[in-house]
């Protein structure tokens, strides 16, 4: 079956290390993005990629870092720089930006939590 | 003023009762709405598209107001399954990447 693969479920990170989440998806999907999800807010863009090799900051995307070299492939870095880094990470993908109806498929979330 | 709004509720009906959400949007010239179901602790799911005339998938049924700028959501018989919090999706302009999603409404279904 197609889908999103994203692991950790559960990722623990102390204060000033860097950690990576992972994104895959088998679906051929041209493109792929990273949201965070905090209690009584809507999701928040962070990064998105629309081809391999080639990636666009979101809204919030200070103290985060992408790469796409492959096109499954999306991981996501959170670094000591993202001060407040707890919250629930979604990896989505979609057929391409200019499909209507363009739904996105997500990935089942990694909840990081700073100790 | 947000750029989607929904009452947070959280909405608590019994099983069986019809059930509607509001979610208002400020930027006019928004093209592409949609709701999506996200359960405790899980990721968003695609519930459906919203198109002009409005459509309807079973027991669901949302519509599009462009003059006064919300979609609607309606449930009838709502079910114990039917207990999630319901996102609303628009995006403001054919295709691109500046999808804005709402903080969602959290529905309760009883026995």
């Known amino acids: 079956d197609g889908g999103i693969t994203q692991s950790p479920k559960y990722l623990f990170r102390k204060e000033g290390q860097n950690v990576t989440l992972s994104c895959e998806q088998n679906?051929?999907?041209?493109?792929m993005y990273w949201y965070r999800q905090d209690p009584g807010q809507g999701l928040r863009l962070i990064y998105y990629?629309?081809?391999?090799?080639?990636?666009q900051k979101g809204d919030i995307a200070e103290g985060y870092s992408v790469s796409r070299e492959k096109k499954e492939s999306f991981p996501l870095t959170v670094t000591s720089a993202q001060k407040n880094p707890t919250a629930f990470y979604l990896c989505?993908?979609?057929?391409?930006?200019?499909?209507?109806?363009?739904?996105?498929?997500f990935g089942s979330g990694t909840r990081l939590t700073v100790v | 003023r947000k750029e989607v709004e929904q009452d947070p509720g959280p909405f608590n009906v019994p099983e069986g009762a019809t059930v509607a959400f509001n979610c208002t949007y400020s930027?006019?010239?928004?093209?592409?709405f949609f709701w999506y179901r996200q359960d405790c602790r899980k990721e968003p799911k695609l519930l459906m598209s919203?198109?002009?005339s409005g459509n309807e998938d079973g027991r669901f049924t949302a519509q599009l107001n462009r003059a006064s700028q919300y979609i609607s959501l309606l449930i009838r018989d709502s079910k114990l399954s039917d207990s999630a919090t319901y996102l609303c999706?628009?995006?403001?302009?054919?295709?691109?990447?500046?999808?804005?999603f709402g903080a969602g409404t959290r529905l309760f279904v009883k026995a």
């Open positions: 989505a993908s979609s057929i391409g930006a200019g499909v209507i109806p363009d739904g996105y498929t």
């Open positions: 679906l051929n999907h041209d493109a």
């Open positions: 990629s629309q081809i391999v090799n080639d990636f």
């Open positions: 930027n006019s010239a928004s093209q592409s």
């Open positions: 919203v198109y002009s």
């Open positions: 999706v628009v995006r403001p302009y054919t295709g691109g990447f500046k999808t804005i």
